[in-house]
């Protein structure tokens, strides 16, 4: 539809001077834009409104105008919204929407394709993690870097002394990635981080095969997104020890380093005490790795050979040591140096066993692992998090269920269970002020609630996978519309996108680098009402208690888990945004 403003002749000279103005933050909307086809929706925030414009941003005519839905009262603020749904238009095109009173929105773009940057910086914000290599200006741009933390020669602490190699035994392990903003390697937050990256390959092989992000190592024949979790896998099979099969927690300074660049810091690195969850992530990881890697045997001779025995290895261990908890608190009490880095301490591992015994049996086919998962299998389902990956052996056993005929039953009724997982996502919706999956419950919001977002997101997605209904697409977009800009704090929370995205993330790189935009492509924490850092906060509601400041680790943090997630779902709708016709059911 193509008109003009009934009241352009009377505020015509409301245009000019408002088209030159930045975008109010009081329509709120996914600030890169929509799919043709795919649902469209701002939200009004800020006073009541009766009617909404969408214009084209060069000629300023009208391409839709519609009535704003009644206002809706946040259950998790004080803020009231409306609605404007745009989702009949279908033109590529620029634009803004008006709102009479409250003025225009940042500018969008509605095409194919539109969700591109987002899928792709937030992969390639893995490769400004690298550890123990220098990142390129060919790659790296303005945030190219000298290599930082070798880690060639890592201390064996106290705590993970053997009569083989006894404390201060040095061994070599290399690269990885920075767990967060901090400096640090940690296998069990990178096991749910590879296994969300792998599940991403796995779900879109024939979309992530082609998909370029000019990273170091792109041209080797090897799909972008295989290079970049090869890359971390290679660090975590050296924090294997090669005597017994167990894995160590972490590669890490005694304390945090400073504010400073990764290649300033010189203080000894050590690896600490083996624990069972590091060591069933572990073995989860690279026994999903070794069934991927087998197409790639001529570019990656052996390795995925090699994986499938480390995950045999560290299964074996810890068959041997099935509770063995790492307790920091407990080891600094007993040892020198005392650790105060993250412990990643989970004291539960019946999730870990399920998800690495699910792995281990689609790669091999054994049925030792099958019955160890089927012991270990849970009545309910929850979200995905370093301490509970459960989850992520139920997404894996149903992506390959056509091919486990051996418990066909078994493996549908986890599909059932995935598809009702997602139905209490697809009820939040209707309701919610923000129109998204996100927030059915204050609870989403807590350290690193953005990572819920998006891990909503792939249940939905997964949910599509079983029935192919797109309703359950919609309401994952839904949530990839929040992380860009449809929430309560106005904010596109994944660096370097949008009109208004974080740039002041608790991340040291993008502390001390001297450039005023933050390294790009990394996913905020998002509102955390707990605040734990105790820095200062505009607003405290559980929606709205997000800090733009780099002090705020509490809800400003990076981190890789938040940022895999964020890696698969906005993939999976670059991969799948022709599936997600608005008028689909």
């Known amino acids: ?33 929509f799919y043709p086809s795919a649902p469209k929706i701002a939200i009004i925030t800020g006073r009541d409104a009766s009617r909404f414009y969408v214009l084209d941003v060069l000629s300023s005519d009208t391409a839709f105008s519609g009535e704003t839905s009644a206002p809706v009262k946040s259950a998790n603020s004080s803020i009231s919204t409306q609605a404007a749904d745009f989702s009949v238009l279908h033109k590529p095109g620029n634009y803004k929407i008006f709102v009479p009173g409250i003025g225009y929105s940042y500018n969008f773009k509605i095409k194919n394709n539109v969700l591109r940057d987002a899928a792709v910086s937030s992969l390639k914000g893995f490769y400004y993690q690298r550890v123990s290599m220098p990142l390129e200006a060919a790659y790296a741009g303005k945030w190219a870097r000298p290599a930082g933390h070798p880690d060639t020669e890592v201390l064996i602490h106290p705590s993970a002394a053997t009569a083989k190699k006894p404390a201060g035994t040095k061994i070599s392990s290399p690269g990885g990635w920075y767990d967060a903003g901090d400096y640090n390697k940690y296998i069990v937050n990178s096991g749910i981080t590879m296994g969300t990256l792998l599940s991403a390959y796995e779900d879109f092989p024939a979309y992530f095969d082609t998909l370029h992000t000019n990273i170091h ?26 005597d017994d099969g167990g894995v160590y927690n972490k590669c890490t300074n005694a304390a945090f380093d400073g504010m400073v660049m990764p290649g300033v810091t010189t203080l000894p690195r050590y690896v600490v005490q083996k624990g069972t969850a590091a060591t069933l992530d572990f073995a989860a990881v690279t026994a999903q790795a070794a069934r991927i890697l087998k197409k790639f045997s001529t570019q990656l001779p052996g390795l995925a050979d090699s994986c499938l025995k480390a995950s045999q290895y560290a299964w074996q261990w810890a068959l041997q040591y099935p509770s063995l908890a790492y307790n920091q608190d407990s080891i600094n009490q007993l040892y020198e140096p005392k650790i105060s880095t993250g412990g990643y301490g989970d004291r539960r591992f019946t999730d870990e066993w399920f998800w690495a015994a699910c792995e281990l049996y689609i790669s091999t086919g054994a049925e030792q692992y099958y019955t160890v998962a089927k012991k270990k299998q849970a009545p309910t389902l929850s979200l995905p998090t370093w301490s509970n990956v459960y989850l992520l052996g139920c997404y894996s056993l149903s992506r390959h269920s056509a091919v486990l005929t051996s418990h066909t039953n078994d493996i549908a009724i986890i599909r059932r269970q995935l598809t009702t997982f997602a139905d209490g996502y697809l009820q939040h919706i209707a309701p919610s002020a923000f129109k998204t999956a996100m927030g059915g419950s204050s609870r989403d919001f807590n350290w690193g609630s953005n990572s819920n977002a998006a891990n909503q997101g792939i249940a939905l997605v997964n949910a599509w996978l079983i029935t192919q209904n797109s309703k359950y697409l919609h309401a994952a977009l839904t949530n990839l519309d929040y992380i860009l800009g449809r929430n309560a704090t106005g904010y596109c929370f994944v660096t370097g996108l949008g009109s208004k995205s974080t740039m002041h993330p608790h991340h040291r790189p993008s502390i001390a680098d001297g450039i005023d935009e933050p390294v790009p492509g990394l996913l905020a924490g998002g509102p955390n009402p707990g605040m734990q850092d105790k820095c200062s906060y505009a607003f405290t509601e559980p929606e709205t208690a997000y800090s733009d400041t780099d002090c705020s680790y509490a809800s400003n943090e990076i981190a890789i888990n938040w940022n895999a997630p964020l890696v698969y779902l906005a993939n999976a709708m670059e991969a799948l945004q022709h599936s997600l016709s608005a008028n689909a059911e």
Request: charged letters at 15%; one cysteine or more.
């Open 1 to 33: 539809m193509k008109c003009t403003l009934l009241f352009a002749a009377i505020t015509g000279s409301l245009f000019s001077i408002a088209n030159a103005q930045t975008g109010t933050e009081n329509i709120r909307l996914n600030q890169l834009g």
């Open 217 to 242: 190592g792109s041209n080797d024949q090897l799909p972008d997104i295989l290079n970049e979790i090869i890359y971390n896998l290679r660090w975590m099979l050296t924090m294997q020890d090669a």
